[in-house]
């Protein structure tokens, strides 16, 4: 199993860009979320998705929207880029949500804005 | 809305040194509590998960504790190794998870 995969590694935009990060899972896992890190901070969530079909904002919403495509892919997409988005991008999957379920993360995307 | 904070920012021991990585949050009424592990560049690794009725987990050489009452969290790490130099996040919550900002350790042969 590759576990979770992130495309692409490393990205630089412009100020104003768009672009969408992909996330593909493939554990059958019904949850999956995408979370940013910034320097000297913890991870903060962006949006969730608890199943298929099912999408959540969380800490941190504004300047992004999701797709949760079907089980295995979830998106998040920066429609016109600002370089307060510039961060680490994770995204993570958990099976289904129970008490003792945690969560597996992907390698990460490099996000630049200038 | 839930904080967590973790103290110390930054910590160098010897090889070989018993430690305590120290997690704290505001909101008692927490779903669990996680200790993750993120080496550099990488994404995070999950080590221990304790949930809200519990007070410790074990797994190998990690021992974490949860007092609730207090809004506290240790991890012991037993017998260092340098292998175990890594950035330590704890993480409260279940799907809405708020992590502190993590403890940096370094571990010296």
């Known amino acids: 199993n590759a576990g979770v995969t992130q495309t692409p590694k490393f990205q630089v935009l412009k100020t104003g860009q768009s672009m969408t990060l992909q996330c593909a899972q493939d554990m059958n896992h019904n949850s999956m979320y995408w979370y940013r890190q910034d320097p000297g901070m913890g991870l903060r969530l962006i949006y969730y998705s608890a199943s298929e079909g099912t999408t959540d904002k969380g800490e941190v919403p504004n300047g992004y929207n999701v797709s949760r495509l079907n089980k295995r892919e979830f998106s998040l997409r920066l429609e016109s880029a600002a370089p307060s988005q510039t961060s680490v991008y994770f995204c993570a999957s958990r099976p289904t949500g129970g008490r003792t379920d945690t969560q597996y993360f992907g390698p990460g995307t490099r996000l630049t804005v200038l | ?109």
């Not at chain 2, 990488?42 to 007070?55: A, H, P, V, W, Y």
């Open chain 2, 1 to 109: 809305k839930q904080e967590v904070t973790q103290i110390p920012a930054a910590l160098s021991v010897p090889e070989g040194e018993n430690l305590v990585l120290n997690c704290s949050f505001t909101d008692s009424a927490i779903y669990n509590l996680q200790w993750f592990r993120q080496d550099p560049g990488k994404g995070l690794t999950s080590l221990l998960l304790i949930q809200s009725s519990q007070r410790e987990q074990t797994s190998g050489r990690l021992n974490a504790s949860l007092d609730k009452s207090s809004g506290r969290s240790t991890l012991y790490i037993a017998a260092s190794q340098p292998g175990d130099s890594a950035t330590y996040l704890c993480a409260v919550g279940h799907n809405d998870m708020r992590f502190g900002a993590g403890t940096r350790l370094t571990v010296k042969p």
